[in-house]
């Protein structure tokens, strides 16, 4: 009894642990001239659409996915720190999210695995108003 109670908890416990995914990027520079990388940590713009109020050069498309790890979280929050990341590396002050391929599906393998999440965007700077 005990050790049925215990296992009932541990499994309990597993199922409500997650872990930050690892998370695989492929940038692709589309930018004529390479723009200075910004500070890591600097503040980027997360957009669904193209801004229509600001002129903007695109940069590079930065395609992120997740492992397809079971007790990995697939959330798109988990996957923003990366993209961030990416984008200060290529000097944008905004991401555009193209598409998101929403993972946590189970494949129902013989490892518990799931589908990873896919996303992909465009890294932008602004340009100065003329």
Same mark, same amino acid.
Not at 26 to 42: L, Y
Not at 87 to 103: K, L
Not at 104 to 126: D, L, W
């Given at each position: 009894?005990?050790? =049925? !109670?215990? #296992?009932?908890?541990?499994?309990?416990?597993?199922?409500?642990?997650?872990?930050? %995914?690892?998370?695989?990027?492929?940038?692709?520079? !589309?930018?004529?001239?390479?723009?200075?990388?910004? %500070?890591?940590?600097?503040?980027? $713009?997360?957009?669904?659409?193209?801004?229509?109020?600001?002129?903007? $050069?695109?940069?590079?498309?930065?395609?992120?996915?997740?492992?397809?790890?079971?007790?990995?979280?697939?959330? =798109?929050?988990? !996957?923003?720190?990366?993209?961030?990341?990416?984008? #200060?590396?290529?000097?944008?002050?905004?991401?555009? !999210?193209?598409?998101?391929?929403?993972?946590?599906? %189970?494949?129902?393998? $013989? &490892?518990?695995? $799931?589908?990873?999440?896919?996303? &992909? #965007?465009?890294?932008?700077?602004?340009? %100065?108003?003329?």
């Amino acid at each position: 009894m005990h050790r =049925l !109670i215990a #296992c009932a908890s541990l499994l309990a416990l597993t199922a409500a642990c997650t872990v930050a %995914p690892h998370i695989t990027t492929d940038v692709t520079r !589309i930018a004529p001239s390479a723009v200075p990388a910004k %500070p890591a940590g600097s503040d980027i $713009q997360i957009l669904t659409q193209s801004p229509t109020d600001r002129k903007f $050069q695109e940069l590079a498309i930065i395609n992120a996915v997740t492992d397809g790890g079971s007790f990995s979280t697939k959330a =798109l929050s988990a !996957i923003l720190p990366t993209l961030k990341a990416k984008a #200060c590396e290529v000097g944008a002050d905004a991401i555009i !999210i193209r598409n998101v391929e929403q993972g946590g599906t %189970p494949t129902m393998n $013989q &490892y518990g695995s $799931q589908m990873p999440t896919r996303v &992909y #965007c465009v890294a932008i700077r602004f340009l %100065p108003a003329s």
